[in-house]
């Protein structure tokens, strides 16, 4: 999709506008209105300074790290160093790469810190989460307002397209009174969407790269992070991200009046509608402290890449993870699954199958891949560097690893069992061709992970 469009393209570059412009608002307002911004003054200013400082705290222990990612096959480092911090036993894959959150002080867990410094840190960005969280609900419930009454209520309309200016100029969602009353199943609804479970933090110095990629499609300039959809979310749940830009003397806003298009002093998102070459693409200028949100569908919809500006740049960016397949509860319950297939005879202590049924021996061996590939390699290899913040992941991972060595019993097992005599033919032939399939994959993702 991507060729076709530059091909479609050629030398031209689609229009894009920033709030300087006229038709601001009025394509905002029709195109990307579940993009919802707030102003730095609109955030309590504890808040601002609790979350700061955190960002500065983790940058100096060095708990930024760029990550290695597969992308079509081939691995990438990435440009921003990346720490995931959220709910314990919480994990987020994008692009092939599984991250493992550093756990924000919960109750009812036993987190030691490296020093109480980084536990400070964790716990600002854990009252940013809950502030993030009110946010974005009272949004959804303005929006729902208006989703609800529309046709009639012809205020309401009026009320709606005065919405996406009041909040350019009043800068904040909270300043939007809702009266709406959300049914019960909307109400769980809006919970499941925004009660985010982590937070993707960012940082980069663009000063300190060699080289950024440059915005393809509008000539925004340079980009940290490319075009994109979020991934491994709750389908329709809204993404918060609060930016924290180290604006200094050095690096103040472009003079000129005549400037064209977006500062390239000034770090920007940049929304699209996702694939299309009609609608003009926005980029929105982001300060020390601003926040945005995306609503509901808007990242399924549209995509958004962030432009650099000269000064270093955190971002905090909350997310409704989808954690089915991605939490420790999880995958124990998947071992203890897979285990209740062993037995161990209480005289000789000796290991011994209780199925050698196809289905069963198929499914042991595919939670087996998943345990190794899935957790156990994703955690390792790239390196120790959870341990400088915390040892809370060291029990977890044993714990997996005493499983899968179990479960290399079992493959063992399954061997010398089809290596019998006395097993019928035609079973053993169904058992071999499906074990085999699962071996096979085992073998080349093994490979696969040494290489990377």
Known sequence: ????????????????????????????????????????????????????????????????????????????????????????????????TRLFTVPWPTEGYDINYCS???????????????????????????????ETKETKDTTVIDREQNFATSLMEKGSVSKVQSSCCVPEDDCISLKNRTSYNLTLLNYMDPLQMLY????????MGSMAVSWHHDENLVERSTVAVYSYSCEGSAVEESSEQ????????????????????????LAIPLHQG??????????????????????PRFSSTHRVADCSRGTLEYIFGRCELALQNLQTD??????????????????????????EFEWLRQFWFQGKRYLKCTDWWLKPMAKLEEFWRKMEIMTSLVLSEVGKEEQIEEQRNETISCFLLVLTERQRLRKEWTAR
């Open 212 to 219: 950024l990629k440059q915005e393809p499609y509008f000539g």
């Open 290 to 311: 601003d926040f945005y949100l995306m609503l509901d569908d808007l990242n399924m919809t549209h995509q958004h890449c962030v432009l650099a500006g000269f000064s």
């Open 1 to 96: 999709q991507k060729k076709k469009l530059l091909e479609e393209l050629g030398e031209n570059r689609l229009p894009y506008v920033t709030p300087a412009d006229a038709d601001f608002h009025q394509l905002w307002k029709t195109k990307y209105s579940k993009l919802i911004f707030g102003k730095s003054d609109t955030v309590p200013e504890e808040l601002h300074q609790m979350v700061q400082e955190g960002f500065l705290t983790l940058r100096k222990h060095d708990c930024f790290f760029q990550d290695l990612v597969r992308i079509k096959g081939k691995d990438f480092v990435t440009p921003v160093s990346r720490i995931l911090i959220g709910n314990p036993g919480c994990t987020y894959k994008y692009l092939n």
């Open 116 to 146: 109480p410094q980084i536990q400070d840190a964790c716990k600002a960005l854990m009252r940013l989460n809950d502030y993030l969280h009110i946010e974005a609900v009272k949004a959804l419930q303005g929006q729902n307002l208006f």
């Open 346 to 371: 209480s005289d000789s202590k000796a290991f011994s199958l209780k199925s050698l049924e196809t289905a069963v021996v198929k499914q042991v061996e595919e939670i087996h891949n998943e345990v």
């Open 258 to 281: 005549n400037l064209k298009g977006r500062d390239p002093a000034v770090w920007h998102i940049g929304l699209k509608v996702a694939w299309d070459i009609e609608t003009p693409g």
